[in-house]
């Protein structure tokens, strides 16, 4: 059986206990940072109409969540564009196109929407992730970027 037959890119539209323990899991697999989510950010997350989240279902693997990266989309006065955030493949599951499949279906999501441009960063030191965005033509740009961290609560 090809890879095709096992890898199914779904729209993640709810979330339970084993979901959200799947996504919590790749989460960490994405930085070195700690990164923590709670079942209500994820529940905000998925029902919120500009954003997106695919996933990677290995559908041998008990249909266990594979693969994830957020769609998000932004309306601004210089045109629709498309950001792509938060793409990891789980440890066990990559060096097999995961990536690479997800980026397809969220880059013809993108088209299908009509934004003009889709958007992402990756750190320097994540390799194989910036080698797959250069192969699916995504251009890196010199820019500089800034964030300002701003707590709340």
Known sequence: MGLENMITIKELTYTDQHIFALVSELLQQL??????????ELEKIISTKNTMLL????ENDNNAIVGILSLVFIR?????????EDVVVHNKARKQGI???L???AIEIAKSKGAQDIGLTCHPARVAANNLYISLGFQKHKTNVYRLKVKTG
């Open 31 to 40: 930085t070195d940072k700690s990164v923590v989510i709670t079942m209500d």
């Open 55 to 58: 996933t990677a279902i290995d």
């Open 76 to 84: 601004k006065l210089s045109g629709f564009m498309v950001r792509i």
């Open 99 to 101: 990536g690479k499949q």
């Open 103 to 105: 980026m397809f279906h």
